[in-house]
């Protein structure tokens, strides 16, 4: 899944404006820069559009997990090295961290989105990468978590139509 649309969707799912967001860049001690932050938000197709890069998400997610649970004593977060990317595994066990998620939150979640996933299926995507049970995780699941995300957070926004169209209008209204 591409870095933008995680971004956008835990953006609109939350309710952040550009200001929550840089102070949450701010708390995993990165300064966003407010035109960069706009070029990130961009739709692919539209002119100034900027690819999200791995080590921006994962600070992202990092502050969101500051700002959701506290900072933990003694442990910063840990920045992406070069060359490093972040995994559709790491997006999601950052998001379940951030928001408390247990097993049958996130289930439950998934659920809003009509993705159904069973306990065992979910806790092999959490596993060591060297574990026999460790599963990748496929876009489909990234893409449900956020959709289900914004149902439950948003339940004004109905269909993904809707979804998306309210996507674009709040980050429209955030940039003025």
């Given at each position: 899944?591409?870095?933008?649309?995680?971004?956008?969707?835990?953006?609109?799912?939350?309710?952040?404006?550009?200001?929550s967001t840089i102070e949450v860049f701010k708390l995993a001690g990165h300064e966003m820069d407010g035109g960069y932050l706009h070029a990130i938000m961009k739709k692919e197709e539209e002119k100034g559009f900027l690819p999200c890069r791995d080590k921006t998400l994962a600070l992202f997610l990092d502050g969101l997990i500051i700002k959701k649970r506290g900072k933990r004593e003694g442990a910063e977060p840990q920045a992406l090295k070069p060359g490093e990317k972040l995994s559709n595994n790491e997006i999601l066990r950052k998001l379940?961290?951030?928001?408390?998620y247990r097993d049958e939150d996130m289930i439950d979640v998934?659920?809003?989105a009509n993705f159904r996933i069973s306990k065992t299926e979910l806790s092999a995507l959490f596993r060591q990468s060297e574990h026999r049970n460790f599963k990748l995780?496929?876009?489909?699941?990234?893409?449900n978590l956020l959709q289900g995300m914004v149902k439950k957070y948003?339940?004004?926004?109905?269909?993904?139509?809707?979804?998306?169209?309210?996507?674009?209008?709040?980050?429209?209204?955030?940039?003025?």
């Open positions: 899944m591409i870095n933008n649309d995680v971004l956008r969707r835990v953006r609109f799912a939350l309710r952040m404006n550009d200001a379940r961290i951030a928001m408390s998934l659920r809003y995780a496929g876009d489909q699941i990234v893409r948003r339940p004004e926004t109905k269909s993904d139509k809707n979804t998306q169209t309210a996507i674009n209008q709040h980050i429209w209204q955030s940039k003025k």
